[in-house]
């Protein structure tokens, strides 16, 4: 039988290139990787892409970016420590929305150390993301790049690295899950109640406004846990009228 292709973000399709590339050898631990717009430039895509794609990369624990000094290789296998619990996850629900719990619980607090220690660095940071974000959103492409970019970025502004690992590995289990089921649960209305989520978190980590920057955090992963939660609950009756 014949399926449907599915369509593959290009930032997705430069993130396997890369790793690639990494795992070929063709860049070896502690080499620095060509600045973003050469990048682009390789690759015949855009910077933005191109930022997607080194975000999650750094996330997950391939390459670590110095400030004003490059991006730099710091693993060189392909092992995921986290595969076995990808599988798990992608075919349970109850499971996924225990993620969700666990992203609500830490993300907030990690919102309000952002807010307290977040650099004109980080603030200017947050801006390029959420700018990508809002420019994925206009064009109707999937935003869980641009996202997984905020969120990645709200954890380096907290500048606490156990933090920042921890962050980036439920966030990159997330991430996989998600594609893994193609879960594009998002509809065009909660486009715009996203963004506007996120610009609200931004907002009070601009303003050093620590409490406002947990409540809006909490704001945020609570609507998104009931949206996940909608989709679900409407897949399993989709499922029961079909047997």
Do not use: C
Request: hydrophobic share 40%; glycine share 6%; charged share 30%.
């Amino acid at each position: 039988m014949l399926e449907k292709i599915e369509r593959i973000k290009l930032s997705e399709e430069i993130l396997r290139r890369l790793k690639e590339m990494i795992k070929s050898g063709k860049f070896g631990y502690g080499d620095k990787l060509p600045v973003e717009k050469r990048i682009a430039e390789i690759f015949g895509v855009s910077r933005t892409t191109v930022r997607e794609a080194l975000a999650v990369l750094e996330a997950e624990g391939w390459v670590t970016t110095k400030h004003g000094g490059g991006t730099y290789v710091k693993r060189v296998h392909g092992h995921d420590p986290i595969e076995p619990l990808t599988v798990m996850l992608g075919g349970n629900d109850t499971a996924i929305l225990e993620l969700m719990e666990l992203r609500r619980i830490l993300e907030g607090e990690v919102a309000m150390l952002a807010a307290s220690r977040a650099t004109d660095d980080d603030i200017v940071a947050l801006h390029q993301v959420f700018r990508d974000m809002s420019q994925d959103i206009a064009l109707g492409k999937d935003t869980a790049s641009s996202d997984f970019a905020f969120h990645y970025r709200v954890a380096r502004a907290a500048k606490n690295n156990t933090i920042l690992s921890v962050i980036s590995s439920l966030h990159e289990l997330y991430y996989q899950v998600v594609h893994t089921n193609r879960w594009h649960w998002s509809k065009p209305k909660d486009y715009d109640r996203i963004l506007s989520e996120h610009g609200a978190i931004l907002h009070a980590i601009e303003k050093r406004q620590a409490a406002a920057a947990k409540k809006q955090m909490g704001i945020h992963l609570e609507s998104t846990y009931h949206m996940i939660e909608e989709v679900l609950l409407k897949q399993g009756d989709a499922e029961r009228q079909d047997q």
